[in-house]
């Protein structure tokens, strides 16, 4: 099975808006998933920047899904239906 | 963000709105691009995420504009238009006094104050809360306890004792977080700061879920220095290095990126503070004196003016970090402006009394304005700060840290046993004022207090989770000099 991959984005704009409070999930994710899972910050993901769309921030990657305004627990339902997948 | 609370909605409206105020001023159509934020952040046929209706989100949005802006919002007119404010704004030659303010429309009609009996009651046969109540205020009648409330304190004894813990203390968030007792609801219902009171420490900013209690952003007023051309210089809470990603050295290039002509470490002033309290903890200590409590926190100096003067020949004479700094930096550069960088709401009473500091910028403000312009600040070159800080100073943000500073320059045998207040709470009061009737403290000789848990990384106007901060901080001060080696 291949990984699911999180990239949680660490830019200004994310860490501003709320990535600060998702570092967490760096090390949540390995606990609770083991090596099924794969999670890493980022650099800005670019997504803010589209439209200026900051308000939406903070943004994280969980394979190919975009997640705006993130929370640990939008994150961790992503990661369920992936592995579901 | 606070010692261990999750991620706020309201935390992420307060910093959207001033990124897209700051948005507004440096662009082209300033005023009327202020007074379209609320229709901006909730358009037409938009979700209503937490109100009633639509109105009730851009009314609420809207007051959060004004706090923004600087003003206060009880007292200005509904009829305003946010264009005129925001003009009003720049025209401003001072700030605003206190820097909190409410929102009545944000704030929710929170049940007041007092003790409930749930449906749990058993109505049972022991009835241990009648026996405990000590003013006759709770009866079983028709097989439930029933509290009556002229007569209830609110002890809450009757809660403790209850085998089922079916009574249960029904709190208003910001009322329960105040440690002075100066936030409440009035006759009416209306929520009141009493300013003769307050300490402005902030707890209540982060108590309420309904994000009804603002500070009156000074952010215009310093953009518009930087705008004007004026040499405006920042001077940097030791808190921030712990608040974004990336190293000092990049934070230094980030914020010149602002427009700021110099950027200082308030760690400068911290050294000295830290030379000028262990001086006068030797010296209290040679001349019998039973304890000293430190005076770099802005919210304990106020609480001390306001609520506990007893206390006052306690407190060290030292100056605070901020104090020194802003004193070097106006000698060196007499026609600058100076912006104090900080954790917290106290620092602007602290500023407001200091004509060295000129406006105070929060960590909150600070992660906004990188937002609105868009600065990637892990992608900045490193710059190296002209002085140097100490390793104890720059950890001065971290509970503890003050303490274990004036014991770094004490030597064995007059090395001072601390006692760490981490919280202003209302029992971390009751002990001070204790410690001040009785003169002497049984716990220590020399008192440190922090009004946030945590320390200043803990305050209020924060942006990193504190765990992250912390280890962030930790890791700048693990590469710093010794103080003696600086002081030398």
Not at chain 2, 337 to 363: G, H, W, Y
Not at chain 2, 377 to 402: L, M, P
Request: aromatic share 6%.
């Amino acid at each position: 099975m291949a990984k699911v991959n999180v990239k949680v984005c660490l830019g200004t704009t994310c860490f501003v808006m709320g990535s600060s409070n998702l570092q967490e999930l760096i090390e949540l994710v390995p606990k609770k998933y083991g090596d099924d899972v794969e999670v890493a910050g980022s650099p800005c993901l670019g997504l803010c920047s589209i439209d200026w769309e900051f308000s939406k921030a903070p943004y994280v990657k969980v394979n190919n899904e975009v997640i705006k305004e993130a929370t640990v627990e939008k994150v961790l339902a992503a990661i369920d239906k992936e592995l579901k997948n | 963000m606070s010692i261990n609370t999750p991620a706020k909605q309201t935390s992420h409206l307060k910093r959207e709105i001033l990124a897209r105020i700051i948005r507004a001023y440096l662009g082209d159509n300033y005023e009327e691009d202020v007074r379209l934020i609320p229709y901006k952040m909730r358009p037409q046929g938009s979700d209503v995420p937490f109100r009633c209706c639509i109105h009730k989100e851009r009314a609420i949005l809207r007051d959060r504009v004004i706090a923004s802006l600087g003003f206060d919002i009880e007292e200005t007119q509904d009829s305003e238009l946010l264009s005129n404010l925001a003009k009003k704004a720049l025209d401003r030659k001072q700030p605003e006094e206190h820097p909190l303010t409410l929102l009545q429309t944000a704030c929710n009609e929170c049940v007041p104050a007092r003790i409930h009996v749930t449906d749990l009651c058993q109505g049972c046969v022991a009835r241990p809360c009648e026996s405990a109540c000590r003013f006759g205020a709770i009866k079983v009648e028709n097989g439930k306890s029933r509290i009556d409330h002229t007569k209830c304190k609110s002890c809450g004894l009757c809660a403790q004792v209850c085998p089922f813990q079916a009574i249960t203390k029904i709190i208003v968030p910001c009322e329960n977080a105040c440690p002075v007792g100066a936030i409440a609801k009035d006759e009416d219902g209306i929520t009141r700061i009493d300013h003769d009171k307050c300490i402005s420490c902030g707890k209540c900013v982060s108590a309420c879920p309904f994000g009804a209690v603002h500070k009156k952003s000074q952010i215009i007023d310093i953009i518009k220095n930087i705008k004007s051309g004026k040499k405006v210089i920042a001077m940097l809470a030791p808190a921030i290095m712990g608040q974004l990603p990336c190293t000092p050295e990049q934070l230094k290039t980030a914020i010149k990126k602002l427009g700021f002509n110099d950027v200082v470490e308030v760690a400068l002033g911290a050294d000295i503070t830290t030379k000028n309290e262990a001086e006068e903890f030797r010296e209290r200590m040679e001349n019998g004196k039973p304890f000293m409590t430190t005076s770099c926190c802005a919210a304990y100096n106020e609480l001390v003016e306001k609520h506990i003067p007893e206390i006052k020949p306690y407190r060290s004479e030292t100056k605070t970090p901020a104090y020194y700094t802003a004193e070097i930096v106006k000698k060196e550069n007499p026609e600058s402006v100076t912006v104090f960088f900080s954790p917290c709401v106290a620092k602007r009473r602290e500023a407001m009394q200091n004509p060295n500091i000129d406006f105070v910028l929060n960590f909150e403000e600070l992660g906004a304005w990188f937002v609105a312009l868009n600065v990637q600040v892990s992608e900045c070159e490193k710059e190296d700060f002209a002085k140097e800080s100490s390793a104890q100073a720059r950890k001065f943000a971290i509970t503890g840290g003050v303490a274990e500073a004036v014991n770094s320059l004490l030597d064995e045998g007059e090395k001072a046993k601390a006692h760490v207040v981490n919280g202003l709470d209302k029992a971390a009061i009751r002990d001070l004022k204790k410690f001040a009737k009785n003169g002497k403290c049984e716990l220590g000789n020399l008192i440190e207090v922090m009004a946030c848990p945590g320390g200043c990384l803990g305050g209020s106007n924060t942006i990193n989770a504190y765990k992250q901060a912390n280890k962030q901080l930790t890791g700048y001060v693990e590469q710093s000099k010794d103080i003696k080696e600086i002081l030398k």
